[in-house]
């Protein structure tokens, strides 16, 4: 007869809920006698997951979607018996402000990279100088070693220029890392662009071939989006995975404080109100500042997230429909980073996401907080606001108050990957592997920022321990 096997998961974000999910469903197809206990911190699971379902409005305070090309995350959904909810996003024209104007992004731009010339010649967006610029894409040689991590700016600085950068790709990419381009990897946010370039020299030339063919379609049929949520909020899905772990197996409100190694290779978590727990595994998903302050053993490599995570805020503001006049189609723009503005961005989430707002109203989200100045972030609720308003009167002529406001901080919520980031993460592990072979580290910290990027964290986590117990 099996051994009887305890996993202890520190965490109750996405990644810990979903590793408590594999590490039942590896139970379950095994047979395995693996049993589990999930400790989180707060009296609330889902960490920066959080929805507020109310009179018709579905209003995310954290993360809004994710991308449907990472499927795991789709069918961690499907599996928890919440498909059927899936929704995508509507499509439409995205636009920059610049010199305090909305520009259209030019047509066929991915991810900053024109793969069309015309629209990318005639758009007012860069001057003269620098369209030119950005074609000595087509001429220049890729680097002599395409293998040494560098900064996304310097990258595509490099092949594209200044220009393109700073009023195009810069306002495109930092939202989502939220960080100074100028510092992050390459190598670990955006490395299909490094398989560009060895491929195909030239980034134009590389996304180009990239693109799928146009396919025929009835006019009325609209290209799909590339993300997808959930019709009720992402919350659900924390609601889904919440309800599948057994009371006795969850613990909230308590903090974990150490980890310790026993002599029989086991591990004891000891947690703050005294008690301690005892496993034969240990899957830490807690921010990196907090799981550092878990080990006694000399594990992390110095300098790794040395740059603290990026705090950052949201507004979501909810209007009558008559005091909104949407001049431009579309569903919202992004800031360059020269434009004196609070926001770096605003979502038409009426448009993008029409499930989110009733009929008869409008539900706009603005994004607050650069990684070189954040403190808006620490402003009051109200301050924050009032900055935002003033922002979105000049840009969309927005001359009214919202009838309703919330305001979702993220402190120190974004970790930045910085130049060799992947090589810290793999001596991290191999540290992990060595001194604690029953441990495994997952999370945003690690592979990747978005919610597939965790709950993969997760998967590979609890595979990766029950295939080395069973070699």
């Not at 595509?156 to 990419?173: A, K, M, N, Q, T």
């Not at 592990?429 to 990747?448: C, F, M, S, T």
Request: charged share 25%; hydrophobic share 35%; proline share 5%.
């Amino acid at each position: 007869m099996n051994e009887r096997k305890h996993v202890i998961i520190l965490g109750g974000g996405i990644t810990g809920l979903a590793a408590a999910f594999y590490v039942q469903k590896y139970t379950n197809e095994s047979g395995d006698p693996v049993t589990f206990t999930l400790v989180e911190g707060s009296e609330r699971l889902g960490g920066k997951i959080e929805t507020i379902v109310q009179d018709g409005f579905v209003i995310e305070r954290g993360p809004d979607s994710y991308l449907a090309r990472k499927t795991i995350m789709t069918d961690l959904i499907k599996e928890v018996g919440l498909g059927e909810d899936l929704v995508s996003n509507k499509t439409g024209q995205a636009y920059i402000l610049h010199n305090k104007r909305l520009h259209p992004i030019p047509e066929g731009a991915v991810m900053g990279v024109p793969t069309k010339m015309m629209p990318f010649a005639f758009t007012p967006l860069f001057s003269i100088f620098g369209k030119a610029r950005a074609s000595f894409d087509l001429v220049l040689p890729k680097r002599s070693n395409t293998d040494q991590d560098i900064s996304v700016g310097h990258f595509f600085r490099r092949r594209l220029g200044d220009e393109v950068v700073d009023r195009l790709i810069e306002p495109l990419l930092s939202g989502i890392y939220a960080g100074k381009i100028d510092r992050l990897s390459l190598e670990s946010t955006f490395p299909q662009f490094v398989q560009t370039e060895k491929k195909h020299r030239s980034l134009i030339v590389g996304m180009k071939k990239s693109q799928p063919k146009p396919v025929k379609t009835p006019q009325a049929e609209k290209k799909k989006g590339a993300f997808l949520t959930l019709k009720n909020g992402l919350s659900s899905l924390v609601d889904a995975l919440a309800k599948s772990i057994p009371a006795e197996c969850l613990i909230k409100g308590t903090k974990a404080e150490h980890v310790n190694r026993l002599d029989d290779g086991t591990y004891e978590v000891k947690l703050e109100n005294g008690s301690s727990l005892a496993g034969n595994q240990v899957i830490v998903t807690t921010p990196y500042s907090i799981t550092k302050k878990l080990f006694d053993e000399d594990l992390f490599p110095e300098g790794f997230h040395e740059t603290k995570p990026t705090s950052v805020a949201t507004v979501a503001m909810e209007f009558n429909a008559d005091e909104v006049d949407f001049v431009l189609e579309g569903t919202g723009f992004v800031v360059a980073k020269s434009e004196d503005t609070v926001i770096t961005a605003c979502t038409w989430t009426t448009r993008k996401w029409p499930h989110t707002t009733p009929a008869g109203k409008v539900l706009l989200r603005c994004y607050v907080g650069r990684a070189e100045d954040q403190q808006i972030v620490s402003e009051s609720d109200e301050v924050i606001l009032e900055k935002v308003l003033q922002d979105l009167k000049s840009t969309m002529g927005v001359n009214v108050r919202p009838e309703n406001y919330y305001v979702s901080r993220m402190v120190e919520a974004m970790p930045q990957y910085e130049v060799g980031h992947k090589g810290y993460v793999e001596k991290l592990q191999a540290a992990i592997h060595e001194k604690l072979p029953g441990v495994r580290l997952a999370g945003a910290y690690y592979d990747g920022v978005g919610l597939p990027d965790c709950v993969n964290s997760a998967k590979m986590a609890v595979d990766t321990l029950f295939s080395r117990e069973n070699k």
